[in-house]
């Protein structure tokens, strides 16, 4: 990783809009999903959870690899922006695909979604993990710089959560009165923004990475495979963070896919729909502003304390109040999100921190591998989630034919209580973590002095 030797105060910027345009581009996939796999296709809560749970296994081990490919291999554009360019057209392609819903078996149409999953996830670790190696590659050992790349990565994505939550669905209703299917029309079309919207990222940070001809000999890249392997599971830092963010990524993931369930069933009120996914986005997008200066003060592991505790507390709300009208779901989940932005704020650099403490500790240069667990941790959380929603449907008596819940009040104290547990079990864990402010500056000092007179 190199030294941000022509550091520009744009920069943050075109990340920033990069993110928004990608986020847009998979906001139907992301909300939507599950909710048009069980009431669109008719595909059953349980083969809705296991093709789901496959293939988010399929696409987390997809996204380890992702790691290693980025990290060992260079092509004509350089090791990560390379990635910008090709990434987007992928993940706009499985997109479409998850909602491609022609007149054939289940069975059939599980197996498209399933490959289009496999497509969105993948072209997503490989442009996430390329947008994190240029912040750190951009950054250099400068925690400041590091951070406001990182902060605007997360408003960028709250930004086209917002957007996407004002306009996909009035947009699919608008369709779907045509007679045509409002997802799929809807979603090939902002499938299309969503890619074009990294080109000038791609463009812009040229200076910044080009083809190197030394790529081979120099850091990361020289590792041999069964190294890189062996060093990072040794990484107890890694493992720590690892298994925290699974936690809270499944809480996350679950906020934006039970939304649809819980206004459509416990409380019968589905054109509340918009204007929560509003509110959720406000929420959001303020907290990724609001968590930046708080996240600085703090420290990257005292702001992941916080808010572990404050989402343990909001979400519990919903669990004891949240049959008795909409507004509770509201406030809870705007509330918690916007808890949320304080440890987003940080973005990938907690697990640069853990690349940082190897390379300190073994002087292996995992940085770029141990960054794509980053991705993995959200991968891992979605694949929890799949299982979660199938055993809430199931246990509140949700019947997909009929569209019906047998027991709307278990639904609501269920979906409460998930995300409660779920927020505290990520606060226990990341009391283990043992990285803080000092200790990664350090680290990271060290490394890149080093890094130089070699």
Known sequence: MSDSTNWKKSIPWVFFAAETSLVLGGMIAMSYLIFYITDRMLITAVVMGAIMLVARIADGVLGIFTGIIIQKLQLKHGQYRTWLLYGPFIIALGTTLCFFNPNIPMMAKAVIVFIGYILYGGGNSFVQLSQNGLLAKISGPDMDHRMAIAAK????????????????????????????????????????????????????????????????????????????????????????????????????????????????????????????????????????????????????????????????????????????????????????????????????????????????????????????????????????SSVVIAFLLDASGYDGATQSVADVHLMGVLIGAVLAGLNLGYFLIMLCYGINEQKSKEYAEHNFKATQTA
């Open 153 to 384: 990565l997360m408003q960028g994505q709250q930004a086209g959560t917002i957007i996407g939550s004002l306009i996909t669905m009035p947009l699919i209703l608008w369709v779907d009165k045509t007679g045509a299917d409002g997802y799929s029309v809807i979603q090939v079309i902002i499938a299309a923004l969503g890619a074009l919207g990294q080109l000038p990222l791609f463009f812009m940070t040229k200076e910044y990475e080009g083809f190197d001809p030394n790529f081979k000999s120099a850091g990361g890249a020289s590792i041999k495979l069964g190294a890189i392997f062996g060093e990072t599971l040794k990484n107890g830092q890694l493992i720590i963070l690892l298994l925290a963010d699974a936690f809270r990524h499944t809480a996350y993931i679950l906020v934006m896919a039970l939304g649809v369930y819980y206004f459509n069933y416990v409380v019968r009120a589905p054109e509340m729909i918009v204007f929560a996914m509003t509110a959720q986005s406000i929420g959001a997008f303020l907290g990724s502003f609001a968590g930046q200066p708080i996240s600085r003060k703090l420290g990257k592991k005292n702001s992941a304390l916080l808010t572990g505790i404050l989402c343990t507390i909001i979400y519990a709300g919903i669990a004891f109040l949240g049959d008795r009208g909409p507004l509770v779901y509201i406030i809870c989940t705007a509330a918690g999100l916007f808890s949320l932005g304080i440890v987003n704020a940080c973005g990938v650099n907690l697990y640069l921190d853990c690349g940082e403490y190897l390379l300190y500790k073994s002087g292996k240069d995992n940085r770029t591998f141990t960054m794509s667990f980053f991705g993995i941790g959200i991968k891992i959380g979605m694949a929890l």
